[in-house]
């Protein structure tokens, strides 16, 4: 029994101790100690005292001596009482600082969270130069790093408030800029100019497929990712800039001032070849419409009497989930799956076509490359699993296999998060392994072979025979295959 409960610890009145009952006697209470739980010490439970029994002139009952000595034991035990507060706080605050800074192994969401917030407090509170704190530019970058770590290449990514504006724009078909689309080789480093939007600033002043971009406004591209070099190139319309490339097969960089300007790129093009009866259709990107805009050439192909199409996803980096959807719908029986999806606990959730279908017969070859990315990929796998099309061009795709979610963060900033994994209709994964061509199709290009667009094709107004002619190997293997040759 704990002494706390035992009856004998308590103090009481001098006439219930039996008469008989000396010290060390069972009876006898027990000796105490000056205090051991102060709150509920025998020296605050005062017996109440007689006065019928105690002299006038000493109402307390005691000597002077012995209230002093009483008040002494009084205030020597507060003093205890006040120490082991202040024992019992500074314990807790130091075992709150200690384990507070402890890495906790059973959840490492919250010990990481954590780490973080000890780093940047100890850089606020500490670094010398103060001048170079910059809060924007250390979140920026911590968050940066953070979505760059997850090795969702060219998918997750973290978005300043100008790249959101930049993203929303291009979406769109609506921008200002010199109108071009870029790429980072994820070995080299380079970025490269996948194309420049026909009939833009760029597209005018000779910028080409294949150019590498070294220095904007003379200040070096080395060491920046293609955010970084976009926001350089972006501006008002009106203003100009100055871009320098490298061009495969020139000696010495070349340099080029170019005047922004109020873009609306045109994301489906196409060339019609009456030779064989062929449209060359090339999506740009998945952009707003873009699915509305196919339907529009594909009916005008016809009406010129178009009884094949090739389909140009090269170069294309993706976009809208929706309209990769649509456009797959286009080509497909209601009812067919176009991707499975999967989340992070591997449920997994087919997407079927939506719609109605607008030619489920037309002979059909899609162009792909290694640039192309994203929505690009879920229309050719969607494609080639469902055996609607003949795939043929760069042995895969980039690799992109993610659907984004985009997350606003307090300043206008955002994440672009892959919440979900894309797999093709048989169930394979896209995610760094790509598209690749239908066997016997592979067809890679080299540097000195340059893709032939329908917008070149138009400005020239190219035949199918200069076309075959032409250095453009995938389109020249597209255009045999449906005209029966190998």
């Known amino acids: 029994m704990s002494k706390y409960d035992e009856p004998s610890w308590y103090e009481g009145p001098a006439n219930s101790r039996p008469q008989s009952a000396q ?17 509920h010490s025998p020296s605050f439970i005062m017996p109440e005292e007689d006065s019928s029994q105690v002299p006038s002139s000493n109402m307390s009952g005691h000597s002077p001596e012995r209230s002093t000595s009483r ?3 009084l205030l020597s035990r507060a003093a205890g009482i006040l120490a082991l507060i202040a024992i019992a706080f500074l314990a807790g605050w130091f075992s709150h600082q200690y384990f507070s800074n402890q890495f906790d192994q059973n959840n490492q969401s919250q010990a990481y969270a954590q780490l973080i917030q000890q780093a940047w407090n100890t850089i606020d509170q500490n670094y010398v130069d103060r001048q170079q704190v910059d809060y924007k530019k250390m979140s920026y970058a911590a968050i940066d790093a953070m979505a760059k770590s997850l090795n969702d290449k060219g998918h997750t990514r973290f978005l300043t408030p100008q790249d959101v504006q930049a993203e929303k724009q291009g979406l769109s078909g609506k921008f200002t800029g010199i109108g071009i689309y870029l790429h980072q080789d994820p070995n080299t480093k380079k970025l490269i100019i996948t194309a420049p939007i026909p009939g833009s600033p760029a597209d005018k002043a000779g910028l080409q497929h294949d150019d590498v971009i070294t220095a904007v406004n003379g200040v070096s591209t080395a060491g920046k990712d293609v955010n970084g070099v976009s926001s350089q190139i972006q501006g008002a319309a009106g203003t100009t800039v100055t871009i320098t490339v490298q061009r495969p097969g ?9 005047t922004r300007a109020e873009i609306r790129a045109p994301n489906v093009i196409m060339h019609y070849i009456p030779e064989s009866h062929t449209a060359h259709i090339q999506i740009v990107q998945f952009a707003d419409g873009v699915s509305n805009q196919l339907k529009d050439a594909i009916v005008q192909a016809k009406k010129q009497g178009a009884t094949s199409i090739i389909l140009d996803l090269r170069d294309n980096p993706g976009g809208l989930l929706d309209e990769a959807q649509q456009t797959a719908s286009l080509f497909l029986k209601q009812g067919s799956t176009i991707l499975i999806t999967q989340n992070k606990d591997g449920t997994r959730q087919e997407v079927k076509t939506n719609g109605t279908p607008l030619d489920t017969q037309i002979r059909l070859v899609v162009l792909i490359n290694q640039n192309s990315a994203s929505a690009a990929e879920i229309v050719s796998g969607a494609l080639k699993d469902n055996h609607r099309a003949t795939i043929i061009g760069s042995d895969h795709t980039f690799g992109t296999g993610t659907v984004l979610q985009e997350y606003d963060l307090s300043d206008g900033s955002a994440i672009l998060l892959g919440i979900q994994e894309w797999l093709t209709p048989s169930g394979q994964f896209i995610r760094d392994k790509g598209i690749t061509p239908d066997a016997g199709h592979v067809v890679n290009m080299g540097a000195k072979n340059q893709p032939l667009t329908p917008t070149d ?15 453009d190997l995938q389109l020249i293997k597209a255009l045999q295959y449906l005209s029966g040759q190998k």
Request: charged share 20%; proline share 18%.
């Open 23 to 39: 010290p060390g006697q069972p009876g006898y209470p027990p000796p105490q100690p000056d205090y051991d739980n102060p709150y």
């Open 457 to 471: 094709e138009n400005a020239s107004k190219l035949s199918q025979e200069q076309i075959l002619k032409s250095s």
């Open 71 to 73: 008040l002494s034991r």
């Open 250 to 258: 020139e000696s010495q960089p070349l340099t080029f001032k170019i």
